[in-house]
């Protein structure tokens, strides 16, 4: 049984650890409220390129584009959107599985992934990691997006991939959160174009044209909403992660205080029986 002064640290080292993870809840809810109100905010504009897209695409049949293309499916590319840091609870280990599923065993994938966590883990598994973004997966730009739309962009009409998915973790609440996997390219399938089809539109310069300004931005637009979405399910994850640790370390302390309390009378009881015990030896 460890003794009264192993206790008394071991309960000193364990609050230690619950100012820490205290601490690191309430950052997290501090920048989980300002990435979530980001990624509400981007959700109307994503919701309304998609509808302009689907619009434009159905009215010229007959234009076409690069990333409009359909070819035979050779190799894949795979988009995965992961966290920098740990601490986290299962978010990483619930992306990683996400993925998993679709790309082991295949020779013919690519990745372009962003997070340390993600990529730590598939380059030590021996994948091909074409690229890869560190450093702001809880702080995503804009300007982070349109880099990696133009990476994708240009690997997909090079003929690099034949097939672009995106991976990445979608924020319903911090303690709701869910990994999918949606098609990026090649742009066929544009959602809610069933009645904004019908729209009539007259292209100047040319239907071409306007393509070439929107398809881009859409896909921007896109893997923007997606950076969003992961950077408050990351925090969400954290912040609860940190406040179920917060709890069981006090579940903890209380139960070696009670065990400090224990022991602390087992001694004194001991010490008193002795006394008793030399005192009725004197007699």
């Known amino acids: ?36 109100e980001r990624a509400a905010a981007s959700k109307p504009y994503t919701q309304k390129i ?6 434009v695409a159905a009215s010229t049949r007959d234009a076409s ?19 920098d840091k740990g601490l986290a609870g299962a978010y990483s280990a619930n992306l990683i599985r996400e993925v998993l599923p679709q790309v082991r065993g295949k020779d013919n994938i690519g990745m372009v992934i962003v997070g340390r966590k993600a990529r730590d883990y598939f380059k030590r598994r021996g994948y091909t990691i074409d690229s ?43 303690i709701n959160q ?29 239907a071409a044209e306007v393509l070439d300004l929107l398809l881009p931005k859409y896909l921007e637009t896109v893997i923007y909403s997606a950076l969003l979405q992961a950077a408050a399910s990351e925090l ?27 022991v602390r009378q087992a001694t004194i009881t001991r010490e008193i029986t002795e006394i008793v015990g030399g005192a009725e030896a004197l007699k």
């Open 236 to 262: 969400g994850a954290r912040m609860t992660a940190m406040s179920s640790a917060t709890d069981n370390a006090q579940e903890l302390i209380q139960k070696l205080i009670l065990n400090y309390n224990k």
């Open 1 to 36: 049984m460890p003794s009264a002064r192993d206790i008394r640290r071991r309960i000193k080292s364990v609050k230690n650890i619950q100012q820490i993870t205290k601490a690191m809840k309430m950052v997290a809810a501090a920048r989980l409220r300002r990435a979530q």
């Open 50 to 55: 998609r509808e302009v897209l689907a619009s």
């Open 132 to 174: 890869e973004y560190i450093g702001f997966s809880e702080k995503p730009t804009y300007d982070h997006a349109v880099k990696i739309a133009k990476e994708l962009s240009s690997a997909f009409i090079s003929g690099k991939y034949d097939e672009i998915r995106l991976v990445y973790t979608q924020f319903f609440s911090p």
């Open 65 to 83: 584009h690069p990333l409009l293309a359909v070819r035979e499916v050779n190799r894949i590319g795979y988009l995965i959107l992961s966290a």
């Open 178 to 206: 869910k990994p999918t996997t949606v098609r990026l390219l090649p742009l066929t399938d544009t959602p809610d174009g069933g009645e904004a089809a019908q729209t009539e539109y007259i292209f100047e310069p040319s």
